[in-house]
């Protein structure tokens, strides 16, 4: 229903938020292989007349990361308590982007960043994946 809802809303037919490879839903940007990706990303960029399209919807890492050298910002940190609960805002002062993560401000590395860069912000995949983890562990009971 909510699709429905949301299609209406936008003057459009139920396709544009239901098929799989629309920008509600397609989650290629995120986890494809850079490599195939960049055209399309390059495509959209200059379709669009944009330097960066910001992404949520596949929670990452706990932290805001880019993608495509910066072109890409997957903003999912994973806010529901079975991601890890990482709370963090993406704020664009200018020509400069910034997260807001756990009280303090982080610049958003323009090239291709791996995880390990932005070690002990919200505690980062580590602390997530440990959360999930024992979340799905079954209980010990004592013999």
């Known amino acids: 229903m909510f699709c429905h809802e949301l299609a209406g809303n936008l003057g459009e037919e139920p396709g544009l938020s239901e098929a799989d490879d629309v920008p509600l839903w397609y989650r290629g940007l ?3 292989d850079a490599a195939t990706e960049l055209a399309h990303v390059d495509a959209l960029l200059g379709f669009y ?3 960066h399209i910001v992404i949520g919807h596949t929670p990452g890492a706990g932290v ?3 993608r495509f ?3 890409v910002l997957i903003v999912d940190t994973g806010l529901f308590t079975y991601y890890g609960a990482h709370g963090a805002s993406l704020l ?3 020509d400069e982007m910034v997260a807001q993560q756990d009280g303090e401000r982080y610049s958003i590395p323009q090239g291709e960043a ?5 070690a002990g912000v919200g505690g980062a995949k580590s602390r997530c994946t440990r959360r999930a983890a024992a979340a799905n562990r079954p209980a010990q ?3």
């Open 30 to 32: 995120a986890q494809n």
């Open 49 to 51: 007349d944009v330097d």
């Open 64 to 66: 805001i990361l880019p």
């Open 69 to 71: 050298e910066g072109k």
């Open 92 to 94: 664009i002062e200018g």
């Open 114 to 118: 791996p995880p390990a860069i932005f």
């Open 141 to 143: 009971h004592a013999s």
